[in-house]
């Protein structure tokens, strides 16, 4: 068990320009999440996946957020034409088992600085 | 939809006190209550669960939390502060009503100890 991992650990970018973010989970967790926390506030839930497929979406996402995973493994989270709202740390879970109340596992997070 | 509440975004108590941090939870259904801890700059870590077994749940770094229904509360403890234990503590509440089980967050609380 090696953890999430989450890469890159931060990213600075210019207001309009794209970034993509990865998540490694916890090999064979079958479902994988993304949270955005802004500065003194808790995580909020932005997308969910079970195995490949995304199975929900928050308000959150806008048109210019989009997550994938394609093979069930790894996942990105792409945010086009950035903005300087999106400056946030990205927090990627993952959490294996079929039961109810299952740990979510964190990754470090990408802290994304939008200027 | 489920909610929670983590009153004290502040906390400060003397290295050796008793730490006391508090969440009220809402939910429609029997919750899923969780807290994490995080570090300057880190992903989230679970301190310990609640998923509806004994109402006392022991946890990680000598923190325990009971589950009082009647009160709707969560409310974390630590008989005696460490220094170590500076960090910012998140409650949780799992939704449980459309399978994903996404975690909601509440908004924090920071613990200081003091020397």
């Known amino acids: 068990d090696t953890g999430v991992s989450q890469d890159p650990r931060h990213k600075i970018t210019k207001r309009g320009q794209n970034v993509t973010f990865r998540c490694d989970p916890i090999?064979?967790?079958?479902?994988l999440y993304w949270y955005r926390q802004t500065l003194g506030q808790g995580p909020e839930f932005l997308t969910y996946?079970?195995?490949?497929?995304?199975?929900?979406k928050s308000r959150l996402l806008s048109d210019r957020f989009s997550a994938e995973r394609p093979k069930g493994s790894f996942s990105t989270l792409e945010i086009q034409r950035t903005e300087q709202g999106d400056s946030a740390m990205y927090l990627c879970?993952?959490?294996?088992?079929?039961?109810?109340?299952?740990?979510?596992?964190f990754g470090p997070g990408t802290r994304l600085l939008v200027l | 939809a489920q909610s929670v509440t983590q009153l004290g975004s502040h906390v400060s108590v003397s290295e050796g006190a008793l730490v006391l941090l508090r969440c009220n939870y809402s939910s429609s259904v029997p919750p899923y209550l969780f807290w994490y801890v995080q570090y300057p700059n880190q992903g989230l870590q679970l301190l310990l669960k609640y998923t509806s077994a004994a109402t006392l749940v022991k946890g990680i770094n000598g923190f325990e939390a009971e589950f009082k229904k009647s009160e709707t509360s969560f409310h974390l403890t630590k008989p005696s502060a460490h220094m170590s234990d500076a960090a910012e503590y998140f409650c949780a509440v799992s939704d449980q009503d459309f399978g994903n089980e996404k975690l909601t967050f509440g908004t924090g609380t920071r613990l200081t100890i003091i020397p």
């Open positions: 879970a993952s959490r294996g088992g079929r039961g109810l109340g299952e740990t979510q596992y």
């Open positions: 090999s064979e967790h079958n479902r």
């Open positions: 996946f079970q195995n490949e497929a995304q199975l929900e």
